[in-house]
């Protein structure tokens, strides 16, 4: 908003009606930009009733929501040594060798914490193992 400023030529009331004609249009503008998004819903023809369309995109979003929720909580249960190692293995993209390398531990250790972590996953998570 602009400071009245009389010395332009204009009037304290003609300054306000400018202001006013301003927000006005702004107000306008936001409800013409949030009217496109809104859409009538179908109508059943013979029963009047709405007809809800089921929205793939947004029920794989919602799964894929608390997908992410399940395993993040399942990740809060391991031990740090275990969410340390999947972060590097998964998170960073590093191979067994290069994580033992990292930790100062042997490769054959941190494949087996690694597989504990993923089995541990696994299970709280509700998958089966590849071998059942």
Not at 11 to 34: K, N, P
Request: aromatic share 6%; with cysteine; charged share 30%.
């Amino acid at each position: 908003y602009l400071d009245y400023q009389p010395d332009r030529g204009v009037s304290l009331e003609g300054f306000a009606v400018r202001c006013a004609v301003r927000a006005i249009v702004r107000e306008w503008g936001r409800l013409c930009r949030w009217g496109r998004g809104v859409v009538a819903m179908p109508v059943d023809e013979e029963t009047g009733e709405e007809i809800e369309i089921a929205d793939v995109g947004a029920c794989e979003a919602i799964e894929e929501h608390a997908w992410c929720g399940e395993i993040r909580a399942a990740l809060g249960q391991l031990p740090d040594e275990q969410r340390v190692i999947l972060d590097l293995y998964y998170g960073e993209g590093l191979d067994v060798r290069a994580i033992a390398a990292v930790l100062g531990k042997s490769k054959s250790w941190v494949h087996k914490e690694l597989q504990r972590a993923i089995q541990v996953l696994r299970r709280l998570c509700g998958e089966c193992d590849a071998d059942d």
